[in-house]
């Protein structure tokens, strides 16, 4: 559309500075809430509204620069490559560490990898295929669409004495443990 729309109104530059301008404006507002979101809501909402945030913005600014008369595809066209690879290389680099169990504790034994579906935690992930994050996504959420009430992948393992559980990070790339009183209703053994 915003090509489309550049061949009209060459001789006009208003429309890539307003695209410019509201993602300025939306930048801040959105950093505002992300804020008060952060204040009065928990992490994850707070982390959740600042995506939607920059990705928002991000457009926005995308559109204006292709809007500029002096844009030059060719460097978009390397930027999306640079982010599909960037994403794509977290994506697996996240799938070969949770093959390795990265963050479980040396006694640990027998662990599985599982992620939620409608019943529960029932699903079991044995290849790195399934390990991609596109495929570690927690779908349930709270009535209201902002709770997060699952986890995208646990890992259960035995011990000498009972049972751990951990929860995958995206972010740190490895399994952190989990309190089991915290958590009463998530899966003590393998399926």
């Known amino acids: 559309m915003a090509i489309l729309v550049r061949e009209k109104t060459k001789w006009r530059r208003w429309p890539a500075k307003l695209f410019r301008v509201l ?4 930048l801040i507002l959105g950093l505002v809430t992300v804020l008060v ?19 928002f913005a991000g457009y926005l600014s995308m559109l204006s620069e292709i809007l500029m008369e002096n844009t030059n595809a060719k460097f978009f066209a390397g930027k999306g490559l640079l982010l ?19 963050g479980m504790s040396e006694e640990a034994t027998s ?14 992930l044995d290849s790195v295929w399934q390990m991609r994050l596109p495929q570690i996504v ?4 709270g009535p209201t669409g902002t709770v997060l009430l699952d986890y995208h992948a646990i890992l259960v393992a035995q011990t000498a004495e009972t049972s751990e559980i ?20 998530l899966p003590k053994v393998c399926p």
């Not at 993602?23 to 939306?26: K, S």
């Open 37 to 55: 979101a952060g204040i009065f809501g928990t992490a994850a909402e707070a982390a959740i509204v600042l995506f939607f945030v920059l990705g």
């Open 166 to 185: 951990y929860n995958w990070s995206k972010t740190r790339l490895r399994f952190d443990i989990l309190d089991q009183k915290r958590n009463p209703s």
């Open 138 to 141: 927690a779908s349930r959420t």
């Open 23 to 26: 993602a300025i404006a939306f």
């Open 84 to 102: 599909v690879f960037v994403l794509g290389s977290w994506s697996w680099a996240s799938a070969l560490a949770m093959r390795a169990h990265l």
């Open 111 to 124: 662990p599985c990898i599982l992620v939620p579906t409608s019943k529960g935690y029932d699903t079991e």
